[in-house]
Every structure is written in C-alpha cells, then in structure tokens.
C-alpha cells in the first residue's frame, strides 16, 4: 500500500491518463525521442558509468593500466584461495571431456550441446543448479523470427544498441543464430507465448526497429530453465552436476592450455580437481557487487567469480568500465527494491511519468538512456517521488497497458508480477508502479571470439561472463 503523502501526485497520474491515452491512439510517439546528440548529453551527466569516481586503474594481470569499475578492480586484485604446493595436478578427482562453470542458462544450455554432439560434462556450480539470473528473467528475448524482420535488422539495432563498439563478429553469430534458438529451446519444451493462429507472440524492445521479443508470460527464464534443468537431470550419464561446489581457480598446463580447475565443496569443505579437456565458463554477471550502491536485480549468486578466476589465469577482459543500470527496478515497496519490473511492461504500453502524471522521456529508448533519463528527473530537475526511506523513484503507469491492450491483459501476460505486488497491498490494474533504474547487467566480460574462445586455449566463455557483443549497452533479451 502506497503511503498517504503519495495520493495527490497519483491523482495527478490518473488526471493525464485520458489524454496520454489519447495520444497512444493515435499511432503517433507519446514523446518526442532523442535525437543522438541528446542521448550524449543525458549519458554524459548523468549515466552512473560517466561519473569519474565510478572506476579506477587496475595495477595487475593482462588489463593492468586500464580504468575499470572500482568494485570490479577490488575483486579482480583479490588473493586467491589456495595455495598450488597444496595440490598434486598429477593426480585429478575426476576427469572429463568438458568442465563446465555455472550452473545457469548459458551452462545448463552449454552441457546440453556436448551431450547432443557427443561429450561427456561436468557442471560445476556454487549453489544450486538454476541459481542464477536465468531463472529471474520475466520479459523474454529476442530473435528475428517474424516475417517482417531479419537478422540484419536485429543486428543494426544491436549495433545501434550499443553505441557501435560491439564486436561485429559476435553480433552476427547471436542474430544469426537466435531464430534456430528460439526452435531448438521449442524442441526441448518450451511453450513460447503464441498468436491465434500459432505465430510467435512478440513485443517491441527499447532501441528495436521491429517486435521481436519472445515471451513465455512474465517469467520466460523460469520456463527456460526448468526445461534446461529437466534436460540436464534426465541424461546423468552424460552430464554430472556438482552443487555447492563452486570452482575457484584455473589449472594449466605446461603449453599454457586450460586443463580444468580446483573445486571447493562448501559442506565439506574439500578441495577436488577435474582435468578437462575443455572447459567452459558461464557464471554469469556481478550485479551483487552493487556498483555505486545501487540496487540490484540480480540473484545472489551474481558475484563475478567466473571473471575472478579467468583473469588470474591471463585471460583478457574487456569493457569491465560498463554497467547497465535497468530503467525500471522497483523502488517502492521498499521490501523488494532492485526487483526487475520487466521491459515487457513498456513494450506493452506502460509509461513513465514524474510526480506530476507528466511524460518525460519516451518509454522505449535504449536502456542506458532512459536510466539516465530517469535520474536527471529525480536529481537535477527534482520531479521524482521519495520513498519513507529516502529512495527515489517515478511512476510506470501499469493500468494503462489495461486499457490499451483490453481488461485482463496485466494478469494474463504478467501474472507473476501482479502477484507479487498484491502482497504489499498494490494492485497494479489499479496503481502505478514506482520504479529507478537497479544495476542490471555487466556490459562487458572476458573478450571472446565468435567461437566462444579466449586468449587462453582450451577457455571458452559464454553469457553474461564473456565481454564484446553488447557493446556498451545491452538491448533487453
């Protein structure tokens, strides 16, 4: 339930419905987007990465005298764990033909595809299999699967998305190669939000030229991941799943060729080695680091380990300057600020308002600029709305989506996420969200190729732990 002081600015926020509305009818833009000039601007004062103080110079390893994020360079200068005359390399506790870290969408997806190309795997993962951001992802992702796209338009936008220092081969790879996902996800046992007519059900995205986002509801990563999870435990044989145990170093051979690692049973608290012939990191990002004191919508297992033990090795990183800040995390009810408020609700109609009920910013831009968008209007021009603790926020105006797209469309396609607000109270059929841009997702990552290589042989990274195809900027899915 909204606290009292806040009823007169929601006033306002149902005052200028009938004519945003009106507005959203008529087919035109409901705000005037940015031009490029006006985007630099905004990300220049005030996206958290721009600020000086956000990074610093690391003094070790293969990007030392880079500036990177401070918190990313206190980890990354970090002691290791162990000590190596502890350990007899000779002699490996269990071998295989690939060792694979993480247990989460990108790992999970990762020993599927060795066991249907004929290799046997062993997870490796620090908590339990589907810990991980994966299962908290609502809005769906993205693949030019609908006749009036393509993957050259899906990659210009991703290109576009961000800021052109992506690294074009792996930009081609993950457009070329989402539709054949989307269907080989379907195959395994996906249900996948459909038309009438048994189309694909897609939305727009920020910074996209066509509706290409695939939904399952509003918990896509959820339906992802237990149909990964089912495949994964359904085939023991081929694929061994270790939980709660977390590797924490690298282990090379005399060539330089990645040869495994060191894993940490964290009930035993033993230390076992598994000599791989090759092995895959895909731990995911480090949200939980809460960059600038941010919150955050990553799950607690999202603390940069897999980058941590790969840069101890001599593998290159890149980008680790850039954070995406997701525009729409929720500030209040302040039990479960950070939580992500799905860019779905946008591409759906909802928009954000300040105090006032007023459009400030157009509801789609890329995400980094509408984040920063958001805080220019809470700081510098002081129209947001301040939680009892101190939080600010602006309204997304969900009842809106209701009366566009027809009653009953929020509890149909976002049926997770009414839930959750209902049990503080707020109807979100009825009541606005109030939402501030939560740490999201680490832009950058180890450097890979299209292949998925690193500079190390035999270290392959995949997710959100490799670095170059988003750019600076992320689009959503």
Same mark, same amino acid.
């Given at each position: 339930?909204?606290?009292?002081?806040?009823?007169?600015?929601? @006033? %306002?926020?149902?005052? *200028?419905?009938?004519?945003?509305?009106?507005?959203?009818?008529?087919?035109?833009?409901?705000?005037?987007?940015?031009?490029?000039?006006?985007?630099?601007?905004?990300?220049?004062? #005030?996206?958290?990465?721009?600020?000086?103080?956000?990074?610093?110079?690391?003094?070790?390893?293969?990007?030392?005298?880079?500036?990177?994020? *401070?918190?990313?360079?206190?980890?990354?200068?970090?002691?290791?764990?162990? /000590?190596? =005359?502890? !350990?007899?390399?000779?002699?490996?506790? $269990?071998? *295989?033909?690939?060792?694979?870290?993480?247990?989460?969408?990108?790992?999970?997806?990762?020993?599927?595809?060795?066991? &249907?190309?004929?290799?046997?795997?062993?997870?490796?993962?620090?908590?339990?299999?589907?810990?991980?951001?994966?299962?908290?992802?609502?809005?769906?992702?993205?693949?030019?699967?609908?006749? @009036?796209?393509?993957?050259?338009?899906? $990659?210009?936008?991703?290109?576009?998305?961000?800021? !052109?220092?992506?690294?074009?081969?792996?930009? /081609?790879?993950?457009?070329?190669?989402?539709?054949?996902?989307?269907?080989?996800?379907?195959?395994?046992?996906?249900?996948?939000?459909?038309?009438?007519?048994?189309?694909?059900?897609?939305?727009?995205?920020?910074?996209?030229? /066509?509706?290409?986002?695939?939904?399952? /509801?509003? $918990?896509?990563?959820?339906?992802?991941?237990?149909?990964?999870?089912? =495949?994964?435990?359904?085939?023991?044989?081929?694929?061994?799943?270790?939980?709660?145990?977390?590797?924490?170093?690298?282990?090379?051979?005399?060539?330089?060729?990645?040869?495994?690692?060191?894993?940490?049973?964290?009930?035993?608290?033993?230390?076992?080695?598994?000599?791989?012939?090759?092995?895959?990191?895909?731990?995911?990002?480090?949200?939980?680091?809460?960059?600038?004191?941010?919150?955050?919508?990553?799950?607690?297992?999202? *603390?940069?380990?897999?980058?941590?033990?790969?840069?101890?090795?001599?593998?290159?990183?890149? $980008?680790?300057?850039?954070?995406?800040?997701?525009?729409?995390?929720?500030?209040?009810?302040? &039990?479960?600020?950070?939580? %992500?408020?799905?860019?779905?609700?946008?591409?759906?109609?909802? &928009?954000?308002?300040?105090?006032?009920? =007023?459009?400030?910013?157009?509801?789609? =831009?890329?995400?980094?600029?509408?984040?920063?968008? #958001?805080?220019?209007?809470?700081?510098?021009?002081?129209?947001?709305? &301040?939680?009892?603790?101190?939080?600010?926020?602006?309204?997304?105006?969900?009842?809106?989506?209701?009366?566009?797209?027809?009653?009953?469309?929020?509890?149909?396609?976002?049926?997770?996420?009414?839930?959750?607000?209902?049990?503080?109270?707020?109807?979100?059929?009825?009541?606005?969200?109030?939402?501030?841009?939560?740490?999201?997702?680490?832009?950058?990552?180890?450097?890979?190729?299209?292949?998925?290589?690193?500079?190390?042989?035999?270290?392959?990274?995949?997710?959100?732990?490799?670095?170059?195809?988003?750019?600076?900027?992320?689009?959503?899915?």
């Amino acid at each position: 339930m909204y606290p009292e002081y806040m009823r007169e600015s929601l @006033k %306002l926020v149902d005052g *200028t419905r009938a004519k945003r509305l009106e507005l959203e009818k008529s087919g035109q833009p409901v705000f005037k987007p940015m031009t490029a000039d006006e985007r630099d601007d905004v990300l220049n004062r #005030f996206h958290p990465d721009c600020k000086k103080d956000s990074r610093r110079v690391v003094h070790i390893g293969p990007n030392k005298g880079e500036e990177i994020t *401070t918190e990313v360079a206190d980890i990354l200068e970090s002691h290791s764990r162990i /000590r190596p =005359e502890f !350990f007899d390399l000779a002699k490996p506790d $269990y071998e *295989t033909d690939v060792l694979i870290i993480g247990g989460g969408g990108a790992g999970c997806a990762a020993a599927i595809i060795a066991m &249907q190309n004929g290799a046997k795997s062993i997870i490796s993962t620090k908590l339990r299999m589907g810990d991980a951001n994966s299962m908290m992802s609502q809005g769906g992702m993205q693949a030019a699967v609908p006749a @009036k796209d393509s993957p050259t338009r899906h $990659y210009l936008d991703a290109m576009g998305g961000g800021h !052109f220092d992506n690294k074009p081969d792996l930009v /081609r790879a993950l457009t070329e190669d989402g539709p054949d996902v989307v269907k080989w996800l379907e195959d395994l046992g996906v249900v996948w939000d459909k038309n009438p007519d048994h189309s694909m059900y897609v939305l727009h995205g920020g910074g996209t030229s /066509r509706k290409r986002m695939h939904s399952c /509801r509003d $918990y896509t990563g959820a339906i992802i991941m237990r149909t990964l999870m089912d =495949e994964v435990r359904n085939h023991p044989d081929e694929i061994t799943a270790l939980e709660f145990m977390p590797t924490v170093e690298l282990v090379l051979d005399g060539k330089g060729r990645c040869a495994g690692g060191i894993l940490y049973n964290m009930e035993t608290a033993e230390y076992f080695m598994v000599k791989a012939k090759a092995t895959i990191i895909a731990t995911g990002g480090y949200g939980r680091l809460h960059i600038r004191g941010f919150d955050t919508t990553n799950h607690y297992g999202a *603390t940069g380990d897999g980058l941590i033990i790969a840069y101890r090795a001599g593998a290159k990183l890149m $980008y680790m300057d850039s954070v995406q800040y997701h525009p729409t995390g929720a500030s209040f009810p302040e &039990q479960i600020a950070g939580f %992500l408020i799905t860019e779905k609700i946008r591409g759906a109609g909802g &928009q954000p308002l300040n105090k006032d009920g =007023e459009l400030f910013v157009f509801p789609r =831009e890329p995400r980094d600029v509408e984040s920063a968008a #958001f805080i220019r209007e809470c700081l510098e021009r002081h129209n947001g709305i &301040q939680t009892p603790s101190g939080r600010w926020g602006v309204w997304l105006d969900s009842p809106l989506i209701d009366i566009i797209q027809g009653s009953g469309y929020l509890a149909k396609n976002f049926p997770a996420m009414v839930r959750q607000f209902i049990r503080y109270q707020i109807d979100i059929t009825k009541e606005p969200m109030l939402v501030y841009p939560s740490l999201h997702y680490q832009n950058g990552g180890v450097e890979i190729n299209a292949k998925c290589e690193t500079n190390i042989p035999g270290l392959y990274v995949a997710g959100e732990a490799s670095g170059g195809v988003h750019g600076r900027n992320r689009l959503m899915g």
